[in-house]
């Protein structure tokens, strides 16, 4: 089955829906204050998003794999911004917990569509 378009992918819905997660981690009153934080935070799920379809947009499958591993890289970026996030109050544990295993789900998608890649 040939992939039509970025959006069908697993891997970058899982994505967008990490993204949205951190967003709405952001906008809360007291990390809403920590621009510098939360312009990482946002930047690195953004980036992940990104590089999927960076890579979608590759005429290499092996080109494809190394933008899915950029994503991969930016899923761990928003971990360690989360233990930052919350070490400063900013959420409590169930957020940290829910949105790091958001993270999860993302790197097991992204996993995934490499090994697939890969065949």
């Known amino acids: ?3 039509k378009r970025f959006e069908d992918l697993e ?3 899982q994505t967008r829906l990490l993204t949205k997660m951190v967003y709405d981690l952001v906008k809360q009153e007291e990390f809403a204050k920590d621009y510098r934080l939360g312009d990482r935070t946002t930047g690195a799920a953004i980036s992940a998003m ?3 379809v960076e890579g979608f947009d590759s005429p290499l499958d092996k080109e494809f794999v190394r933008f899915l591993g950029y994503t991969r890289r930016s899923a761990s970026e928003v971990q360690s911004c989360l233990y930052v996030v919350l070490d400063q109050g900013y959420i409590v544990q169930a957020q940290f917990n829910q949105v790091y295993q958001q993270v999860g789900k993302t790197r097991q998608a992204t996993d995934g569509f490499i090994r697939y890649l890969r065949k």
């Open 1 to 3: 089955m040939k992939i």
């Open 50 to 52: 990104n590089s999927i």
């Open 11 to 13: 891997c970058w819905q």
